[in-house]
């Protein structure tokens, strides 16, 4: 399986600092799909050199179970340079790379990470440019970096995300369009576990293949809202026993081999979620 192929099964992508080492050996017990180790946001300035040596030696010692992603600092900041240095000889799954504007931002960094990134979106110039990012070689999916999107275009969402539908949905079809999973932004309200459930639903709803956190209070009720249920892996094992090729009637609707496919990724994504 491809990390594309991987990363598009992953449900939850949580945020840790590698300055915490109590939250990341926490992380190791959680039933969280992906670790993303923080070196930006949440990691003072005067800590950065700690925290690159902190995020090698984590991902050395291995989170089973677990993707792993370390998150470096922004292309426009000069602690990118070390950070490239630091992760040369890593060997996390991925990189995220914050503040991706356009394809040839990429180029650069990319050739000397040992694994392919995934491009956070932040602004409205990687939203115009986000299905050329998409689209890079180098690129295994895109984040959205809501929080950002909303200060640098002034948007003051609703209770359901009003004034962000298209930001969301343009990252979305860009990322289909490559064929790489899109990964939602993130909730910052922590004791709001019914608008975290809402949020998680309007993102998969959306196409979002996965969503990231910042707590692990977030962890079981981001996988429930992005892994399939019981009702949906029943009703596509039914489909798939039905079809027999072609377009056919099943339960009331026409069916063909596009819906038994779809069937067979629910399958698929069902297996992952149980740790299988």
Sequence with gaps: MTLVEKLKLVRTAMYVPAINGRALEKARGLDVDML?????????????????EAAVSEVAKGFPGKLLAIRLNGLDRPELEPDIVAVERSVADCFVLPKVESAGDLDAPTQRLPNPVLAMIEGPLGLYNCREIAAHPSVAGLIAG????????????????????????????????AGKPAFDGVNNKLDDMSGLDAECRQGRAYGFTGKTLIHPNQVAIANTAFGPSEEEIAAA?????????????HEGKMIESMHVEQARRTIERSRHTAGS
């Design 36 to 52: 993303i180790i923080d070196l930006e946001d949440s990691v003072p300035a005067d800590r950065k050199a700690e925290a690159r």
């Design 146 to 177: 809501v929080n950002d999107i909303c200060a640098d275009m002034g948007i003051r969402p609703g209770p359901n995300r009003e004034g962000l539908e298209l930001v969301l949905q343009t990252m979305v079809l860009a990322a289909a369009a």
């Design 237 to 249: 094992e039914a489909l798939i026993a039905a079809s027999t090729g072609g377009a056919q009637r």
